[in-house]
């Protein structure tokens, strides 16, 4: 694993992980964005599409990767998180050693720092209004049978008539400020779909499922 250290930061405590794509066309342009102090941005480690990790920050300081954003009672998740970054543009699929390096990575963290395997989110998952990363193609299946992150499949029990998607979704930890980019959000990391902020049978079975899921 390669250090290579990003300026900016400051302390916090981990609780969650944040999954990123870099929007960019290269690692080295990733690169070059985390490491650029007039950007203020940065994320605890960066993966590579060959499956290469490179840590920016120490997991004790607080990276700015999550900026405004917020996941049930929490409104600062930078504070709160690790940020991973992976080396993606959105708009293609993730290379099986990319993900086989990030479940390493992940496991790693859970073994070392006891962050709970539920508490790995999404960046659109906690910022809906701003974020769709990291995009409809990544894997959060694999991931949760992995043990991070929640995952539910179909077929499933039906949603009642008066299930309420949007409490549904703030019960599970979404801001709901924005009604419809909360169901985006959703959409996206259960459901591998963006196409429309609307919320069919197969969705709303699933947002009840997740929600048994984390009751128990």
């Known amino acids: 694993m390669r250090w290579i250290e990003s300026p900016n930061y400051d302390d916090r405590k981990p609780q969650f992980v944040i999954i990123h794509h870099t929007s960019d066309d290269t ?3 990733a690169l070059g964005t985390l490491t650029d102090r ?5 994320a605890h480690y960066l ?11 120490r ?4 990276a700015w990767h999550a900026g405004a954003s917020k996941w049930g009672a929490l409104t600062d998740m930078n504070s709160a998180s690790l940020g ?9 699929p993730f290379p099986d050693v990319q993900i086989s390096a990030l479940i390493d990575l992940l496991t790693d ?10 508490n790995v989110l999404g960046h659109a998952d906690v910022a809906p209004r701003r974020k769709v990363d990291p ?4 894997p959060w299946k694999t991931l949760a049978a992995h043990g991070f992150g929640r995952w539910c499949d179909s077929p499933l029990p039906s949603a009642p008539a008066s299930f309420d998607v949007a409490l549904g979704l703030q019960t599970l930890g979404y801001d709901v400020s ?12 259960f459901l591998a779909d963006d196409s429309s902020p609307v919320i069919d049978e197969t969705g709303r079975a699933v947002l009840q499922c997740l929600i048994r899921q984390a009751s128990r």
């Open 27 to 29: 690692v080295e342009q």
């Open 38 to 42: 007039a950007r203020a941005v940065s």
């Open 47 to 57: 993966i590579a599409r060959d499956g290469t990790v490179t840590q920016l920050v």
């Open 59 to 62: 997991e004790r300081d607080r």
């Open 84 to 92: 991973i970054e992976l080396d993606n543009n959105g708009r293609e």
């Open 109 to 118: 963290i859970q073994e070392r720092l006891h962050v709970p395997g539920t």
């Open 135 to 138: 995009s409809v193609y990544f």
């Open 178 to 189: 924005d009604v419809e980019a909360a169901i985006m959000a959703f959409k996206r990391h």
